[in-house]
C-alpha cells in the first residue's frame, strides 16, 4: 500500500480547468472519481480498544482507534463527550493507529468518528460510541456571591472541595473555569490559596454588564484520584459604575456615578493610631444598624479609648470591621479633622443617601491617609490593589485569559504526520 498523500488526481484537475475550461466539471460529479462518490461503511476496518457491549471504559487508559489489513488508512479522528468537548489525540505518520495523548472525561459518553481512505483514495467512514466509569473522588466547585445585581468592583470566587497544589493541575481547572462579560471584559483567575480562586478584569467589570460563570470540569481528570464533577452556573448583572474617593488628607469623599461627580461629602477618618486603609475597596454588605464596641479591634473595655455606639447607614468594606456610616457625634470635625477609630464617618443624612446610593461591590477608594495599604485578599477583597501584572502571576496559566487559541487548537483532534 502507499501510504504517499494522493495529491496527482487533484493537480490533474487543475490542469482540466486550464486546458479544457468547462470541461473541468469532469472533476466533480459522478464519473467515478473517489472523492465524489458517498463514503462507505468502514466497520469491518475500524477497531478500538474500548468497552464490550454493557461495560463502561476506564478513564485512565487512553483510546485507541487502529485499521485493519493494508489496504486502508486513517485521515482523521473526532473523538467528542456528551459536553461537547473534543478529546486530544494523535495519528501516526502511516495512518494505521490513532492514539489520545489527553486523559479522558469520567463519567460521560463519547462519540468517536473516523474517517478513512482506501488504497484507491475511496473515503470511509465509522462511527463509534462509549461510555466511561465514574470517578470514585470528586473535586466540587462553587461559584459566589449568590445571583443578583453588584457594583463594578465584585470580585469573582471559586471555592474547591479539596486542595490543588500542583501547576498542572491547577492549569486543568482554570482552563475548565469559564468566565463570560458581556460587553466583553480581558480577565484572570488567581490562586489566593489551594482550595480559593478570584476572577477580576484587568480594568473593573463594565458597567450594566451580565457575568456568566460555569464550570467545564465535569468528568475531567484533575490529578490521579479526582475528577471534577457537575457545577452550579452562576449569572450575575453590574448596576452604575459607583466609586467613592475618600482623601483622608482633605477629610473629603467624592461619589461619582458613571465617571460623574454626583455628590461631594465632608468625612473624618481613622486619628493617628488608628488611620484608616488605604487603597481600594469594595462595598461587603449594607447594614442598617450595627453596635460598634472597641474591644471589637482590641481596645480595652474601660480605657480613654473605648468606645460603644449604636452606628446606623453602615456599608461595611472590610470583615475586620472598618465600614462608611453615619457619626452625628463627629459632625463638628467632618471635613476638618480626622478623628475616628479607622472608619469613614458622616452626618446622618449624607450616611443614609450614601447608604441608599451604594451596593455590595461598588468601589470605596481611599487616599492620602497615614494607614497601610489594604491588602488583597484576607480582609475582604482588597482585589484591585494587585496591578495587572501581578495579578496574572497569580494564575496557574501563562497569559491572562485561561482560553488561549493555543490551548483551543490542542483540543481539537488533528491527523499527525
Known sequence: MNH??????????????????????????????PLSTKPYDAGDQVSFNGPSKNEKADPDKPLEVTVKGDDSRITDVSAVDTGGRHLAGELSADGRRWRSTAPLA????????????????APGTRTLSFETSSPKKLLKVSFGPQAGTYGVGQPITAELSAPVTDKASRATVERALKVRSTPAATGSWYWVDDKKLHYRPQEYWPANATIEVRSNLAG????????????KPLKITTGDRIEALTDASTHTMTVLRN????????????????????????????????????ESIG????????????????????????????????????????????????????????????????????????????????????????????????????????DSPQTLQAARLRPHV
Open 4 to 33: 504517499t498523500p494522493r495529491i496527482r488526481t487533484v493537480v490533474s484537475c487543475t490542469l482540466l480547468v486550464v486546458t479544457l475550461g468547462a470541461g473541468a466539471t469532469a472533476c466533480g460529479g459522478s464519473d467515478g472519481h
Open 106 to 121: 469520567a463519567g460521560t459518553g463519547y462519540t468517536v468518528r473516523v474517517a478513512t481512505e482506501n488504497e484507491d483514495g
Open 220 to 231: 475531567i481528570k484533575v490529578t490521579n484520584a479526582l475528577y471534577g464533577a457537575e457545577a
Open 259 to 294: 465617571g460623574e461627580v454626583i455628590n461631594t461629602i465632608p468625612v473624618t477618618t481613622g486619628k493617628p493610631g488608628f488611620s484608616t486603609r488605604n487603597g481600594v475597596k469594595v462595598v461587603l454588605a449594607k447594614e442598617y444598624y450595627v453596635r460598634m464596641r472597641g
Open 299 to 402: 481596645i480595652a473595655a474601660g480605657s480613654s479609648e473605648s468606645y460603644d455606639l449604636p452606628v446606623y447607614y453602615a456599608a461595611r468594606v472590610t470583615w475586620s470591621g472598618e465600614y462608611v456610616h453615619a457619626a452625628p457625634w463627629s459632625v463638628g470635625s467632618q471635613g476638618s479633622a480626622n478623628v475616628s477609630h479607622g472608619c469613614t464617618g458622616m452626618s446622618t443624612s449624607n450616611a443614609a443617601w450614601f447608604f441608599d446610593t451604594v451596593r455590595q461591590g461598588d468601589i470605596v477608594k481611599v487616599v492620602g491617609s497615614a494607614g497601610e495599604t489594604m491588602t488583597p485578599f484576607d480582609n475582604g477583597f482588597g482585589d484591585w490593589n494587585l496591578s495587572w501584572e501581578k495579578w496574572q502571576k497569580g494564575s496557574a496559566l501563562n497569559e491572562g485569559v485561561p
